[in-house]
């Protein structure tokens, strides 16, 4: 019973699969929130159970964003992204950009969502 108790606490996996991804997302600011209409031009087939995490504003192309882990319990989640950066001397798009990536999660509906980001080290 003590056991149970203590686990009911904790954070556990949750399972997410990418339907869409893109360098042009239009947000400006890094966060993590849950579709809606206001991005249907970014995920089409987007629904409640679609997560959007952006990486805001970056100064060239060649930037993205992957999820990493997504934990959860009854009353939130928290998602562990890592940004992934360019690659030193390679050619860019040289035109500001916002990237993002779009997963489908296994909740039954949207919790609060707390964002981390892993920066990539710039050589």
Same mark, same amino acid.
Do not use: H
């Given at each position: &019973?003590? @056991?149970?108790? &203590?686990?009911?606490?904790?954070? !556990? ?17 890094? $966060? ?5 209409? #206001?991005?249907?031009? @970014?995920?089409? !087939?987007?629904?409640? #159970?679609? /997560?959007?995490?952006? @990486? ?14 997504? $934990?959860?319990n009854s009353?939130s ?9 360019p $690659?030193?001397?390679? &050619? /860019? ?10 997963v +489908? ?5 949207? @919790? ?5 980001? +892993?920066?990539?080290? +710039?050589?």
């Amino acid at each position: &019973m003590m @056991l149970l108790l &203590m686990s009911m606490g904790r954070s !556990n996996p949750i399972t997410w699969e990418k339907v869409a991804e893109g360098y042009m997302s239009g947000v400006m600011e890094e $966060k993590a929130v849950w579709w809606d209409s #206001t991005y249907a031009e @970014l995920v089409p !087939n987007g629904d409640s #159970t679609t /997560l959007l995490i952006f @990486l805001g504003r970056r100064p060239t192309g060649g930037y993205s964003v992957e999820v990493e882990e997504i $934990k959860g319990n009854s009353k939130s989640l928290e998602v562990v992204a890592r940004e992934v950066c360019p $690659k030193p001397g390679s &050619m /860019l798009l040289q035109v500001i950009t916002s990237p993002f990536v779009a997963v +489908k999660v296994s909740v039954p509906k949207p @919790l609060p969502v707390s964002l981390k980001v +892993k920066r990539c080290r +710039k050589e």
